[in-house]
């Protein structure tokens, strides 16, 4: 779900310096499983062979599949497979081949080479789900890399028809000059189709909603190899999961019809760090304040390390600092800046290290910071969940545990939805978790030696937060090494109607299912 250096630095209190952290948050917010693992990198080309899968036969599919076929005793088997993979903590799994497709054709033919032959498929949609779920013991992974078009943008009607290989930063960036915009997520490089299938943690949520809820229609391919169309007024059924089922979809996303909307005309950020110390009081003025604000106003809260020009003020809290950022996606910059004000009303304002105050901002601005905050090449454990709890109760029970990170990049941070009501869950769509908070730890590290530290540090962060969990969000949770988070990802009747569906269309179980294909 945050970058050059700013040469500003900003004493205790300014006003009107930009903050940094490599650019961090200086122009805007950011609002945002555990792995089979293997404590290294991917060693020799034979992974599948070691895990003792078969060599398949491939000749039925000479002339009909024109993208590209690599199977374990290939050389760049590794490198296509898992190469792509966000977080550098490899899972100990692997396909029987990968299916680089080129077009609707290609699918097709894969998934009804996968029917012949009763092997089950999976589908990487970019590869940056934190736990690789597209990663399977077995069976074919079909990456869709190479699907990576706007095939239509009509600005008069707003609306857009885009294959799911394109990129958070890539789709602003092609609707900018049209002055419009999407619901995207905030990670500058990931790609549309993992987001939406997950339900979609998007750029100003509190007026445009998540993600899923601007997808009109899907074209996708059934496990019968049938090419549909699926929208509020054909093939429902798929309509609703594929909208929030995540990697438990049953079908393979190729095309999504989206509804745009008019390009804020003042995108407007403030960012306020304050010391560690005080990362509770800051909490217990920050909940109350999100209730008052507008719902066009992002509103977070982190724990990082200090960005350099606030490391030496940070010391005594082992270089952490507390991060307050708002960002308004406003009409007028001077409503954005009196709107802002409010963050100034905390009643330890004073002890503020430094400030940036309702700066002007864009989409371009607000990727780089994203992308600062949660760099690739790490090594990761992720776990984002939804809360009603307080946040100061939640900072509280999670203060000292946060100093015993030793990883400086590790991110601990949540989104306080603002206005005065919570975010209903959408009526006709598999993504049903709702509440007025959303966040976790975002655990990253370099070395492989550092692995069981981190991840212990990981694992009591998590059951620290136990009891203020309301739910998982199932595109940033480890449903590959805690199964349940999947389930724990969907009100209770839409986890049940999501079984029913996957029994009735797929009922020879072509797609893996949440925890198939895992062992």
């Known amino acids: 779900m945050v970058a050059a250096q700013e040469s500003n630095q900003t004493q205790s209190g300014s006003d009107n310096n930009v903050i940094s952290r490599r650019r961090f948050l200086s122009k805007g917010i950011v609002s945002a499983g555990s792995l089979i693992l293997l404590s290294g990198s991917i060693g020799s080309s034979a992974l599948a062979r070691a895990l003792g899968h078969p060599k398949l036969d491939l000749s039925s599919l000479q002339g009909k599949f024109e993208g590209k076929l690599v199977s374990p005793q290939d050389e760049d088997f590794n490198k296509l497979v898992f190469g792509g993979l966000w977080n550098k903590l490899y ?80 789709m602003q960036a092609c609707l900018k000059p049209y ?14 189709s993992g987001y939406l299938l997950g339900g979609g943690m998007a750029w100003n949520q509190g007026v445009w909603g998540p993600g899923v809820e601007s997808v009109e229609a899907i074209e996708m391919v059934t496990p019968d190899g049938e090419l549909i169309t699926a929208s509020a007024k054909e093939n429902q059924d798929y309509y609703w999961a594929a909208r929030g089922a995540g990697s438990g979809l049953f079908a393979v996303a190729l095309r999504y019809h989206l509804k745009l909307y008019p390009l804020p005309k003042a995108l407007t950020a403030s960012v306020y760090y304050y010391p560690y110390e005080n990362v509770v009081e800051v909490a217990q003025w920050l909940g109350p304040l999100a209730s008052k604000l507008p719902n066009n106003v992002e509103l977070s809260q982190f724990v990082i390390t200090a960005p350099p020009e606030l490391a030496e003020q940070c010391k005594s809290s082992a270089g952490k600092v507390c991060l307050v950022t708002a960002t308004m996606f406003a009409e007028d910059l001077t409503d954005a800046q009196n709107t802002l004000k409010a963050l100034d009303t905390c009643p330890i304002i004073d002890k503020c290290l430094s400030k940036s105050i309702a700066q002007p901002t864009d989409f371009e601005k607000l990727f780089d910071a994203s992308g600062d905050l949660w760099p690739g090449n790490l090594r990761c454990r992720v776990d984002a969940l939804f809360s009603n709890s307080s946040i100061a109760d939640i900072f509280k029970a999670l203060k000292d545990h946060l100093l015993e990170s030793k990883s400086p990049k590790a991110v601990f941070m949540f989104a306080l939805f603002t206005g005065s009501n919570v975010p209903a869950p959408l009526p006709d769509a598999a993504f049903s978790m709702s509440a007025k908070l959303y966040g976790g730890s975002w655990t990253m590290w370099d070395k492989p030696g550092d692995d069981a530290e981190n991840k212990k540090w990981h694992e009591k962060c998590i059951a620290l937060l136990g009891p203020f969990i309301a739910g998982h969000y199932v595109s940033e949770s480890d449903t590959t090494g805690h199964p349940d988070y999947a389930k724990a990802s969907y009100k209770e009747a839409n986890w049940k109607r999501l079984g029913e569906l996957r029994k009735k269309y797929d009922p020879e179980g072509v797609f893996f299912d949440y925890s198939g294909g895992l062992s």
């Open 179 to 192: 002055n419009l915009a999407f619901p995207s997520g905030h990670c500058p490089p990931v790609k549309l």
């Open 91 to 170: 899972p100990k799994r692997a396909p029987q081949l990968l299916a680089q497709v080129s077009s609707d054709k290609d699918v097709i033919t894969i998934i009804k080479y996968a029917r012949a032959n009763k092997l089950k498929v999976c589908v990487r949609g970019g590869g940056h789900n934190w736990c690789a779920p597209s990663i399977r013991n077995s069976g074919i992974l079909i990456d869709l890399t190479n699907l990576n078009k706007v095939i239509s943008i009509d600005a008069k009607a707003r609306r857009a028809i885009v294959q799911p290989i394109i990129s958070n930063r890539e």
